[in-house]
């Protein structure tokens, strides 16, 4: 009965050995594999995306909006609401850091408060540390919606 006390004590610190290497195996193995399997597929980005209604930004306003599951914004600087030309929509997000930038109407000038960034409204560097332009992206109004799309090269 004795004896029979004891295997059951060494099967059981068998038994807890295994399942504390399985653990140390799977912990180490789970990033591992994860590095080496490819990730799933994304959504493909999409070439355009209603930004805002015609009629929703005063002038001197602007808006962020997501485009291809990133910020973007888009700034009203004409008179006209139904033009175009009165729109200029870029990416959002900072060269430098990818902060999420805004537009300060006082100075005309898309800003990053990170690190005092400045952009002007075709998305090339004025000062600050960002290394390069921000993208830009075309404007269309069509149906009161102010449309923007990735320019083809
Ligand atoms: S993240 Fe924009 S200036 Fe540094």
């Given at each position: 009965m004795a004896k029979k006390k004891a295997m059951s004590r060494r099967s059981f610190l068998d038994n807890l050995l295994i399942l504390s290497g399985a653990g140390v195996v799977g912990a180490a193995g789970y990033p591992v594999a994860k590095f080496i399997l490819p990730p799933e597929q994304s959504e493909p980005d999409n070439l355009s995306t209603t930004a805002i209604n015609v009629?929703?930004?005063?002038?001197?306003e602007y808006r962020i909006f997501e485009f291809n599951r990133k910020p973007a914004i888009v700034v009203r600087t004409g008179a006209?609401?139904?033009?175009?030309?009165?729109y200029h929509a870029l990416s959002?997000?900072?060269?430098?850091?990818q902060c999420t930038v805004q537009y300060r109407q006082e100075i005309g000038h898309i800003y990053c408060a990170c690190h005092n960034g400045h952009f002007n409204l075709q998305g090339k560097?004025?000062?600050?540390?960002?290394?390069k332009p921000l993208p830009t992206y075309k404007v269309d109004i069509r149906n009161e919606k102010v449309i923007v799309s990735v320019e083809s090269a």
């Open positions: 009629g929703e930004l005063a002038k001197g006209d609401a139904n033009a175009p030309e009165s959002a997000v900072c060269t430098h850091l560097v004025l000062s600050g540390p960002p290394p």
